[in-house]
């Protein structure tokens, strides 16, 4: 097993090249730039996917590569190759080499080092032997067809990776960091006369598959997947119109993160794109609301040791008390800003550029109880998850559909709606927050975030929010 203190075999020695032949490559790409670096990657991914009681796909693949920048101002030279050498090094060097600063002297210093690891450097394909994965995928299924006589279909997907990452920067600092990633999946259908619907539930994080794999975790996630598909057979059409919505903990924040969350990146505000843009220092939200980015939290799906351009991650604040305090800067968004990354520098791999993107997004508590949140409302509808939606940065407009909700009547939760999609803009809902409860809570650990057709994964959080006039799109016929 690969650990991070041998990682020069993994980059150096087993392709013919030296720190120091790598180091002079740079040197001279970056010579007379800004600002650049050689990213060096080695992964390893699996996938299984069971379906209608066969095991219908099981995938491996290991990657090596690098892509070298060079940045002045706003121009940018990258070059990548799915091999590391000299020759292909030089190649790279000579393409990238024509990106010239116009300051000479004027080199960006490299980020701080940092000896902090927010998880575990073992490989979690290795943890566990082929045929056991496959034996847990079995059990998976056959658990959830015993439970009730409805399950219609039972489908589970498992997924892991490991990523060994080195950042080599033209005054000769190296930066590793070692990245391990699972995700178990479990997707239910029931039947009942002629109806079906279907419920899921996941979860994932930097961690092994012995958290994953447990029976307990296991079991829970066929339960909940269950839960949800049994309960939608019961929903009735969604009303619409404008009204109360109570969000739910943890991942509804997924609304957080797609409709203020990209607002909130460098690159939109630099180039003036986003709603967001103008507004450093004013009031932008409902007091007491306050969302932070926070790349350091233990084993989560979204946290990161450094991020991908070398700076150590932290606890950023976006918002603070209603008021736009920050942004999330990567380094070249940020040198041209005048300001400092945020560790929010991340690619999808070493054949993509860095750019800013969210780690965990999370809105923090308040304090109201969920209870009391709850019986303050006449009509509503309580959003308990959410199956996806779209949003235009440039405005903040968003549609989401909830694949868990139901009525607010008199205080209580009652009836379970389909249907519901919530509609309007994240800009203006943070100004419609009433009340915020103290009950935060991360996902699960399943997001992955799109941007630029780049994928990453994500971690978002929140807690039960009280929204006042939100737009909901249902089916119900008066």
């Not at 067809?145 to 279909?153: A, G, I």
């Not at 505000?269 to 009031?283: A, D, P, Q, Y």
Request: hydrophobic share 35%; charged share 25%; glycine share 10%.
């Amino acid at each position: 097993m690969t650990d991070i203190n041998n990682l020069d075999k993994v980059f150096f020695e087993n392709n013919n090249i030296s720190k120091l032949d790598a180091e002079k490559i740079i040197s001279k790409a970056v010579s007379g730039a800004e600002d650049g670096e050689l990213y060096m990657q080695s992964s390893e991914n699996e996938s299984f996917s069971f379906d209608d009681r066969k095991l219908k796909l099981a995938n491996s693949n290991k990657n090596l590569g690098f892509g070298l920048r060079s940045l002045s101002g706003e121009a940018v030279g990258y070059a990548h190759a799915s091999e590391i050498s000299k020759v292909s090094l030089e190649r790279a060097a000579n393409t990238v080499k024509d990106v010239r600063s116009k300051d000479q002297n004027n080199l960006d210093v490299s980020p701080n080092k940092t000896n902090r690891s927010f998880y575990e450097s073992y490989n979690p394909i290795s943890e566990i032997e082929f045929k056991e994965k496959i034996k847990v995928l079995q059990n998976i299924d056959k658990y959830a067809r015993s439970l009730n006589n409805k399950v219609e279909q039972v489908s589970v997907s498992l997924a892991s990776s490991w990523e060994a990452i080195r950042i080599l920067r033209a005054d000769g600092q190296m930066l590793d960091d070692i990245r391990p990633l699972v995700r178990l999946g479990v997707n239910i259908a029931v039947k009942e006369k002629n109806k079906m619907e279907t419920g899921s539930y996941g979860s994932g994080g930097r961690h092994g598959y012995n958290i994953l794999l447990e029976e307990k975790n296991w079991k829970y996630h066929v339960d909940e997947a269950l839960r949800q598909a049994l309960i939608m057979l019961e929903a009735k059409p969604a009303p619409a119109g404008e009204m109360t919505v109570v969000l739910g903990p943890g991942w509804p924040g997924i609304l957080l993160h797609e409709a203020i969350g990209h607002g909130l990146e460098g690159d939109f505000n630099r180039k003036k794109t986003s709603v967001f843009s103008h507004l450093m220092g004013e009031k932008v939200a409902s007091e007491g609301v306050t969302v932070v980015d926070d790349g350091t939290i233990n084993s989560k799906r979204g946290s990161l040791s450094i991020d991908d351009e070398g700076t150590p991650t932290e606890k950023t604040v976006l918002i603070e008390n209603g008021k736009l305090v920050g942004y999330m800067q990567d380094r070249l968004n940020a040198r041209l800003m005048g300001t400092k990354s945020t560790g929010n520098g991340r690619r999808q791999s070493y054949a993509h550029q860095p750019m800013p993107r969210m780690r965990n997004t999370i809105m923090v508590s308040g304090n109201k109880e969920h209870a009391e949140i709850l019986e303050s409302v006449k009509n509503g509808i309580y959003a308990k998850s959410f199956a996806g939606g779209q949003v235009d940065i440039t405005n903040g407009k968003f549609v989401f559909s909830a694949n868990e909700a139901y009525k607010i009547e008199n205080g209580k939760i009652t009836s379970p709606v389909k249907g519901a999609t919530l509609i309007g803009s994240g800009f203006e809902v943070l100004k419609k927050v009433s009340m915020i409860g103290n009950d935060m809570e991360l996902d699960p650990g399943i997001g992955t975030c799109g941007k630029n057709g780049q994928g990453v994964p994500v971690g978002v959080g929140q807690p039960t929010l009280k929204i006042d006039g939100l737009t909901v799109g249902g089916t119900e016929t008066k």
